[in-house]
Protein backbone atom coordinates (compact mmCIF):
# COMPACT_ATOMS: atom_id res chain seq x y z
CA UNK A 1 0.00 0.00 0.00
CA UNK A 2 1.62 3.24 -1.13
CA UNK A 3 1.08 6.60 0.60
CA UNK A 4 -1.73 9.29 -0.81
CA UNK A 5 -0.51 12.18 1.00
CA UNK A 6 2.71 11.29 2.84
CA UNK A 7 4.71 12.23 -0.21
CA UNK A 8 8.61 11.48 -0.48
CA UNK A 9 8.90 15.47 0.32
CA UNK A 10 7.14 15.51 3.51
CA UNK A 11 8.87 12.23 4.16
CA UNK A 12 12.29 14.27 3.82
CA UNK A 13 11.07 16.98 5.77
CA UNK A 14 10.54 15.01 9.40
CA UNK A 15 12.85 12.70 8.76
CA UNK A 16 15.84 14.46 11.13
CA UNK A 17 13.09 14.50 13.51
CA UNK A 18 12.21 10.60 13.55
CA UNK A 19 16.33 9.95 15.00
CA UNK A 20 14.79 7.14 17.09
CA UNK A 21 13.37 5.31 14.48
CA UNK A 22 15.04 2.58 11.99
CA UNK A 23 13.81 2.20 8.39
CA UNK A 24 10.80 -0.18 9.25
CA UNK A 25 9.26 2.09 11.66
CA UNK A 26 9.89 5.55 9.51
CA UNK A 27 8.10 3.08 6.95
CA UNK A 28 5.16 2.71 9.24
CA UNK A 29 5.30 6.13 10.75
CA UNK A 30 4.55 7.14 7.52
CA UNK A 31 1.93 4.57 6.31
CA UNK A 32 0.07 5.98 9.82
CA UNK A 33 0.59 9.44 9.29
CA UNK A 34 -1.22 9.14 5.68
CA UNK A 35 -4.31 7.05 7.04
CA UNK A 36 -4.07 9.97 9.56
CA UNK A 37 -4.14 12.68 6.96
CA UNK A 38 -6.77 11.09 5.50
CA UNK A 39 -8.90 10.93 8.11
CA UNK A 40 -8.79 14.44 8.71
CA UNK A 41 -9.42 15.14 5.37
CA UNK A 42 -12.85 13.25 5.73
CA UNK A 43 -13.47 15.89 8.37
CA UNK A 44 -12.97 19.03 6.19
CA UNK A 45 -9.03 19.45 7.10
CA UNK A 46 -6.92 20.48 3.85
CA UNK A 47 -4.77 17.75 3.92
CA UNK A 48 -0.99 20.56 2.69
CA UNK A 49 -2.39 22.39 5.83
CA UNK A 50 -2.33 19.27 7.95
CA UNK A 51 1.06 18.17 6.38
CA UNK A 52 2.68 21.52 7.50
CA UNK A 53 0.98 21.27 11.05
CA UNK A 54 2.72 17.89 12.07
CA UNK A 55 5.83 19.55 10.31
CA UNK A 56 5.26 22.56 12.60
CA UNK A 57 6.07 20.32 16.06
CA UNK A 58 9.37 19.83 14.59
CA UNK A 59 10.41 23.21 13.31
CA UNK A 60 9.35 24.85 16.68
CA UNK A 61 10.72 21.89 18.99
CA UNK A 62 13.68 21.97 17.25
CA UNK A 63 13.68 25.92 16.19
CA UNK A 64 13.91 26.36 20.10
CA UNK A 65 16.11 24.47 21.40
CA UNK A 66 19.93 25.03 21.73
CA UNK A 67 20.93 28.87 21.24
CA UNK A 68 17.35 29.89 20.61
CA UNK A 69 16.25 28.15 23.75
CA UNK A 70 14.32 30.05 26.52
CA UNK A 71 12.59 30.33 29.83
CA UNK A 72 9.73 32.30 31.69
CA UNK A 73 10.65 31.67 35.12
CA UNK A 74 9.16 32.29 38.86
CA UNK A 75 11.54 32.22 41.79
CA UNK A 76 9.43 31.15 44.57
CA UNK A 77 11.35 31.25 48.22
CA UNK A 78 9.47 29.00 50.27
CA UNK A 79 12.24 28.69 53.36
CA UNK A 80 15.81 29.59 54.31
CA UNK A 81 16.56 26.27 52.76
CA UNK A 82 13.67 25.55 49.88
CA UNK A 83 13.32 27.37 46.58
CA UNK A 84 10.78 26.61 44.02
CA UNK A 85 11.62 27.35 40.07
CA UNK A 86 8.52 27.23 38.17
CA UNK A 87 9.91 27.35 34.49
CA UNK A 88 7.86 27.69 31.39
CA UNK A 89 9.96 26.33 28.54
CA UNK A 90 9.24 27.38 24.82
CA UNK A 91 6.89 24.90 24.16
CA UNK A 92 5.42 22.05 26.48
CA UNK A 93 5.19 22.20 30.15
CA UNK A 94 6.64 23.61 33.09
CA UNK A 95 9.09 21.98 35.16
CA UNK A 96 8.68 22.85 38.65
CA UNK A 97 12.27 22.34 40.61
CA UNK A 98 12.83 22.10 44.33
CA UNK A 99 16.44 23.27 45.08
CA UNK A 100 17.21 22.23 48.54
CA UNK A 101 20.55 21.37 50.62
CA UNK A 102 19.15 18.07 50.19
CA UNK A 103 19.19 17.51 46.20
CA UNK A 104 16.60 18.51 43.72
CA UNK A 105 12.83 17.19 43.66
CA UNK A 106 10.88 18.09 40.01
CA UNK A 107 7.76 18.12 38.92
CA UNK A 108 7.02 17.09 35.68
CA UNK A 109 10.11 16.39 33.32
CA UNK A 110 9.58 18.96 29.88
CA UNK A 111 10.57 17.06 26.40
CA UNK A 112 13.19 15.45 26.07
CA UNK A 113 14.78 17.43 23.33
CA UNK A 114 15.51 20.08 25.80
CA UNK A 115 17.33 18.25 28.02
CA UNK A 116 21.12 20.15 27.82
CA UNK A 117 19.67 23.25 27.50
CA UNK A 118 18.12 22.75 30.70
CA UNK A 119 20.97 21.56 32.00
CA UNK A 120 22.61 24.70 30.60
CA UNK A 121 20.07 26.55 32.02
CA UNK A 122 20.40 25.25 35.68
CA UNK A 123 24.40 26.17 35.67
CA UNK A 124 23.49 29.35 34.42
CA UNK A 125 21.46 29.80 37.93
CA UNK A 126 23.88 28.72 40.09
CA UNK A 127 21.95 25.47 40.46
CA UNK A 128 24.66 22.82 39.36
CA UNK A 129 22.78 20.12 37.20
CA UNK A 130 20.26 17.05 37.51
CA UNK A 131 22.73 14.76 39.25
CA UNK A 132 22.03 15.51 42.71
CA UNK A 133 17.67 15.09 41.58
CA UNK A 134 16.16 12.85 44.34
CA UNK A 135 12.59 12.92 43.21
CA UNK A 136 10.97 13.13 39.75
CA UNK A 137 6.91 13.11 40.30
CA UNK A 138 5.33 13.44 37.09
CA UNK A 139 1.20 14.61 36.61
CA UNK A 140 0.58 12.17 33.55
CA UNK A 141 2.06 10.79 30.61
CA UNK A 142 2.44 13.21 27.64
CA UNK A 143 5.77 13.73 26.05
CA UNK A 144 6.11 17.47 27.63
CA UNK A 145 5.62 16.27 30.91
CA UNK A 146 7.72 12.91 31.32
CA UNK A 147 9.84 13.90 28.19
CA UNK A 148 13.40 14.04 30.22
CA UNK A 149 12.53 11.23 32.59
CA UNK A 150 14.72 8.41 30.71
CA UNK A 151 17.66 10.80 31.36
CA UNK A 152 17.38 11.48 35.12
CA UNK A 153 18.82 9.93 37.75
CA UNK A 154 15.92 8.49 39.91
CA UNK A 155 12.63 6.34 38.15
CA UNK A 156 9.84 8.67 38.11
CA UNK A 157 7.32 8.55 40.23
CA UNK A 158 3.51 7.98 37.99
CA UNK A 159 0.36 6.34 38.51
CA UNK A 160 0.21 2.57 37.07
CA UNK A 161 -1.62 3.73 34.04
CA UNK A 162 0.91 6.34 33.17
CA UNK A 163 3.79 3.38 32.33
CA UNK A 164 1.21 1.66 30.53
CA UNK A 165 -0.03 4.36 28.56
CA UNK A 166 3.56 5.52 27.92
CA UNK A 167 4.25 1.42 27.31
CA UNK A 168 1.31 1.45 24.77
CA UNK A 169 2.29 4.72 22.52
CA UNK A 170 -0.90 6.45 22.75
CA UNK A 171 -2.45 9.19 24.47
CA UNK A 172 -5.84 7.74 24.16
CA UNK A 173 -4.86 4.34 26.44
CA UNK A 174 -7.41 3.54 29.23
CA UNK A 175 -9.77 5.91 27.71
CA UNK A 176 -13.33 5.72 25.68
CA UNK A 177 -12.24 8.22 23.30
CA UNK A 178 -12.83 7.12 20.08
CA UNK A 179 -9.87 8.73 17.54
CA UNK A 180 -7.86 5.62 17.74
CA UNK A 181 -5.71 6.35 14.96
CA UNK A 182 -5.43 9.64 15.50
CA UNK A 183 -4.51 9.88 18.91
CA UNK A 184 -2.09 6.85 17.64
CA UNK A 185 -0.06 9.07 15.39
CA UNK A 186 -0.38 12.12 17.55
CA UNK A 187 1.55 10.99 20.30
CA UNK A 188 4.16 8.70 17.58
CA UNK A 189 4.71 12.11 16.38
CA UNK A 190 5.18 14.39 19.56
CA UNK A 191 6.26 11.63 21.31
CA UNK A 192 9.67 10.85 18.68
CA UNK A 193 9.88 14.80 17.36
CA UNK A 194 10.54 15.55 20.96
CA UNK A 195 12.69 13.07 21.85
CA UNK A 196 10.93 11.48 24.62
CA UNK A 197 13.71 9.51 26.54
CA UNK A 198 11.50 7.05 27.99
CA UNK A 199 12.11 5.33 31.67
CA UNK A 200 13.32 1.81 31.97
CA UNK A 201 12.30 1.71 35.34
CA UNK A 202 9.49 3.39 37.37
CA UNK A 203 8.27 4.24 40.70
CA UNK A 204 4.38 3.17 40.97
CA UNK A 205 2.01 5.46 43.33
CA UNK A 206 -0.66 3.61 45.21
CA UNK A 207 -3.91 3.71 43.99
CA UNK A 208 -6.14 2.64 47.17
CA UNK A 209 -7.62 6.37 48.61
CA UNK A 210 -6.40 7.34 51.72
CA UNK A 211 -8.62 9.80 52.17
CA UNK A 212 -10.12 12.88 50.01
CA UNK A 213 -10.00 15.97 48.73
CA UNK A 214 -12.96 17.30 47.28
CA UNK A 215 -14.21 15.18 44.70
CA UNK A 216 -10.61 13.80 44.12
CA UNK A 217 -9.22 10.22 46.28
CA UNK A 218 -5.67 11.10 47.88
CA UNK A 219 -3.59 8.34 47.39
CA UNK A 220 -0.35 8.75 48.44
CA UNK A 221 2.51 10.79 49.36
CA UNK A 222 5.64 11.99 49.17
CA UNK A 223 7.94 13.28 51.60
CA UNK A 224 11.53 15.36 50.54
CA UNK A 225 13.38 17.77 52.75
CA UNK A 226 10.74 18.80 54.81
CA UNK A 227 7.76 19.03 51.97
CA UNK A 228 5.05 16.51 51.98
CA UNK A 229 2.86 16.44 48.93
CA UNK A 230 -0.38 14.54 49.31
CA UNK A 231 -0.94 12.45 45.65
CA UNK A 232 -4.63 13.44 44.11
CA UNK A 233 -6.09 10.82 41.80
CA UNK A 234 -7.29 12.92 38.74
CA UNK A 235 -10.86 11.81 36.48
CA UNK A 236 -8.60 11.33 34.10
CA UNK A 237 -10.69 14.17 31.87
CA UNK A 238 -6.69 14.90 30.40
CA UNK A 239 -5.61 12.07 29.83
CA UNK A 240 -5.66 8.80 32.22
CA UNK A 241 -3.70 7.97 35.12
CA UNK A 242 -2.99 12.20 35.42
CA UNK A 243 -1.77 13.07 38.93
CA UNK A 244 -2.27 16.41 41.10
CA UNK A 245 0.14 17.18 43.53
CA UNK A 246 -0.57 19.03 46.65
CA UNK A 247 1.87 20.72 49.33
CA UNK A 248 -0.75 22.02 52.33
CA UNK A 249 2.08 24.03 54.26
CA UNK A 250 3.74 26.05 51.47
CA UNK A 251 0.35 26.12 49.95
CA UNK A 252 1.00 24.95 46.46
CA UNK A 253 -1.29 23.04 44.17
CA UNK A 254 -0.19 21.58 40.58
CA UNK A 255 -2.78 21.48 38.69
CA UNK A 256 -0.93 19.67 35.61
CA UNK A 257 -2.92 20.09 32.45
CA UNK A 258 -6.61 20.59 33.78
CA UNK A 259 -5.81 24.11 35.02
CA UNK A 260 -3.41 26.53 33.09
CA UNK A 261 -2.83 29.72 33.17
CA UNK A 262 -3.62 30.97 29.21
CA UNK A 263 -3.30 34.40 30.07
CA UNK A 264 0.26 34.22 30.80
CA UNK A 265 1.17 31.91 27.59
CA UNK A 266 3.16 34.11 24.68
CA UNK A 267 1.69 33.66 21.51
CA UNK A 268 4.23 31.54 20.30
CA UNK A 269 2.88 29.00 23.03
CA UNK A 270 -0.46 29.66 22.63
CA UNK A 271 0.05 28.61 18.82
CA UNK A 272 2.13 25.42 19.34
CA UNK A 273 -0.38 24.55 22.25
CA UNK A 274 -3.50 24.92 19.72
CA UNK A 275 -1.95 21.93 17.55
CA UNK A 276 -3.55 18.97 19.73
CA UNK A 277 -6.76 20.63 18.54
CA UNK A 278 -6.15 20.89 15.08
CA UNK A 279 -4.66 17.22 14.71
CA UNK A 280 -6.61 15.41 17.73
CA UNK A 281 -9.92 17.72 17.95
CA UNK A 282 -9.54 18.28 21.35
CA UNK A 283 -5.97 17.97 23.77
CA UNK A 284 -8.15 16.02 26.12
CA UNK A 285 -9.28 12.83 25.99
CA UNK A 286 -12.71 13.22 27.28
CA UNK A 287 -14.07 17.16 26.85
CA UNK A 288 -16.98 16.34 29.24
CA UNK A 289 -14.70 15.34 31.92
CA UNK A 290 -12.17 17.42 31.74
CA UNK A 291 -14.48 20.23 32.35
CA UNK A 292 -16.21 19.18 35.01
CA UNK A 293 -12.87 18.21 36.52
CA UNK A 294 -11.19 21.94 36.21
CA UNK A 295 -14.42 23.51 37.43
CA UNK A 296 -14.05 20.56 40.76
CA UNK A 297 -10.60 21.10 41.39
CA UNK A 298 -10.67 25.60 41.04
CA UNK A 299 -13.96 24.76 43.27
CA UNK A 300 -11.59 23.19 45.52
CA UNK A 301 -8.61 25.76 45.55
CA UNK A 302 -11.19 28.69 46.28
CA UNK A 303 -11.65 26.52 49.44
CA UNK A 304 -8.07 25.65 50.32
CA UNK A 305 -7.19 28.89 49.65
CA UNK A 306 -9.84 30.06 52.15
CA UNK A 307 -8.38 27.77 54.56
CA UNK A 308 -4.39 29.16 54.10
CA UNK A 309 -5.53 32.83 54.29
CA UNK A 310 -6.73 32.54 57.84
CA UNK A 311 -3.14 31.61 58.91
CA UNK A 312 -1.81 34.36 56.32
CA UNK A 313 -0.63 32.00 53.44
CA UNK A 314 -1.97 31.89 49.66
CA UNK A 315 -2.74 28.55 47.09
CA UNK A 316 -0.40 29.14 44.92
CA UNK A 317 -1.97 26.96 41.96
CA UNK A 318 1.55 25.74 39.61
CA UNK A 319 -0.18 24.92 36.17
CA UNK A 320 0.82 22.76 33.39
CA UNK A 321 1.39 25.30 31.38
CA UNK A 322 1.42 29.41 32.15
CA UNK A 323 2.85 31.14 35.12
CA UNK A 324 2.34 30.29 38.72
CA UNK A 325 -0.77 32.43 40.34
CA UNK A 326 -3.17 32.88 43.07
CA UNK A 327 -7.05 32.73 42.71
CA UNK A 328 -7.86 37.09 42.90
CA UNK A 329 -10.90 38.43 43.89
CA UNK A 330 -12.60 37.78 40.81
CA UNK A 331 -12.21 33.98 40.89
CA UNK A 332 -9.11 34.80 37.82
CA UNK A 333 -5.59 33.51 38.16
CA UNK A 334 -3.12 36.31 38.71
CA UNK A 335 0.45 36.26 39.10
CA UNK A 336 2.05 37.61 42.52
CA UNK A 337 5.10 35.98 41.75
CA UNK A 338 7.01 38.22 38.85
CA UNK A 339 8.09 36.19 35.81
CA UNK A 340 11.90 36.63 34.73
CA UNK A 341 13.06 36.04 31.10
CA UNK A 342 16.15 33.89 30.54
CA UNK A 343 17.14 33.67 26.82
CA UNK A 344 20.14 32.44 25.36
CA UNK A 345 19.23 34.08 22.02
CA UNK A 346 22.35 36.19 20.81
CA UNK A 347 19.73 38.61 19.76
CA UNK A 348 16.62 40.96 21.59
CA UNK A 349 13.35 39.28 21.67
CA UNK A 350 11.90 41.41 19.79
CA UNK A 351 14.15 40.96 16.89
CA UNK A 352 14.32 37.46 17.23
CA UNK A 353 10.17 36.94 16.90
CA UNK A 354 10.46 39.38 13.83
CA UNK A 355 12.75 36.86 12.62
CA UNK A 356 10.77 33.93 13.56
CA UNK A 357 7.83 35.00 11.92
CA UNK A 358 9.56 36.14 8.65
CA UNK A 359 11.02 32.41 8.24
CA UNK A 360 8.06 30.34 9.09
CA UNK A 361 6.16 32.60 6.66
CA UNK A 362 8.58 31.77 3.74
CA UNK A 363 8.55 28.30 5.02
CA UNK A 364 4.42 28.08 4.75
CA UNK A 365 4.53 29.54 1.28
CA UNK A 366 7.24 27.31 -0.11
CA UNK A 367 5.10 24.22 1.40
FE1 LIG B 1 1.13 19.69 28.81
FE1 LIG C 1 -0.93 17.07 28.78
Known sequence: M???????????????????????????????????????????????????????????????SGKNFYVDYQKIILSDTCVLWSMQPPGGGCVHLFQTPGGKLLIDAGYGVNFFD??????????????DVKHVLC??????????????????????????????????FASTNNLLLL????????????QLAYPTEYRLSKTEPLGMRGIFPIIDEINFAGLRFEVWQSLGGHLAGQLFFYEP???????????????????????????????????????????YERAELMKLAVELDAELRKKGKRLRLCCGHGAVSVIDEKGNLSIIDPVVHYSRRKYTEGLHNIVAKISWFVRRRLI
Open 2 to 64: SAKYVTGSFQKKVTPYLTTFNDAEKKQFYLDADAAVQELVSMGKDPKQVLWVMQSIGLYLYGN
Open 118 to 131: WQKMLSAFGLGNFS
Open 139 to 172: THGDADHVGMTGLLPVPPFVHPITKELLENGSRS
Open 183 to 194: EHVYTTTVNTFS
Open 249 to 291: EAGLLFTSDAILNFATLTSWRLTYGSIPDYLITSVNINRELGR
